[in-house]
Structure formats: structure tokens, C-alpha cells
């Protein structure tokens, strides 16, 4: 069993930066491969960025790209998502997951994952 708890979600004027962390129970957090997903209102929850266990391969939304960096600690049971340059499309409630596969194929898509946190907000500002 993982517990995932997500933080540093907030208001931000557009062209702001803001830094979400989840921070995850147990031992066994290295086991996991990370995700990072965001639901707006009425709408789908869609994928944002996902880490690989060792945190050496990194995949990445093309609505995001070149502007969020995913990164995480193992030794810190932590896993980051760093936000600049956000638009107020980027606004939704944010949350991490937890899976054990790490294919590309998995990690970008909500089945993917077992444990799920219970989401942070975002709301850029124009």
C-alpha cells in the first residue's frame, strides 16, 4: 500500500512558476514508477508527466513540454513537478500516481497506476 499526498498547488498569474511535490508512505516508493496527471472541469483526467523508477527516462505531455520538468528523490520518497511559464490552460486540480510498469505505454495513461493521490490545485490567472 502507498499513500501519495500532493502539495504546493496555488493561484499564479500567467508566465508564473509554481512547484508541486507528492510525497509518498512506505519503504517501497523506488519500486514505483511516478506520474503526474491533471483533471479540469469537465474534462477527462489527462496525462502530464511520468518517471521512470530510477528516475533516468522522463515522458512528457506535448502540451507541456519544454516548459514542466518531472524529477524525483528516492531517498526522499518525493516526486517533483516543476511548472514554469504556465498558461491558464494549465489550470485543474493536479494529482501524482504510483504504478509498477514503466513502459511508455502504461506510465501515460491512467490505468497505468494502483495508488493515487488526492490532488492538488492549480489555477493560473490571465
Do not use: H
Not at 491512467?110 to 488526492?118: A, F, I, L, P, V
Amino acid at each position: 500500500q502507498v499513500q501519495l499526498v500532493e502539495s504546493g498547488g496555488g493561484l499564479v498569474q500567467t508566465g508564473g512558476s509554481l512547484r508541486l511535490s507528492c510525497a509518498a508512505s512506505g519503504r517501497t516508493f523506488s519500486r514505483y514508477a511516478m506520474g503526474w496527471f491533471r483533471q479540469a472541469p469537465g474534462k477527462e483526467r489527462e496525462f502530464v508527466a511520468a518517471i521512470s523508477r530510477s528516475g533516468r527516462s522522463v515522458y512528457y505531455a506535448d502540451s507541456i513540454k519544454g516548459r514542466f520538468t518531472i524529477s524525483r528523490d528516492n531517498a526522499k520518497n518525493t516526486v517533483y513537478l516543476q511548472m514554469s511559464s504556465l498558461k491558464p490552460e494549465d489550470t485543474a486540480v493536479y494529482y501524482c500516481a504510483a504504478g509498477l510498469v514503466e513502459t511508455i505505454a502504461v506510465v501515460t495513461t491512467t490505468r497505468g497506476y494502483d495508488y493515487w493521490g488526492q490532488g492538488t490545485q492549480v489555477t493560473v490567472s490571465s
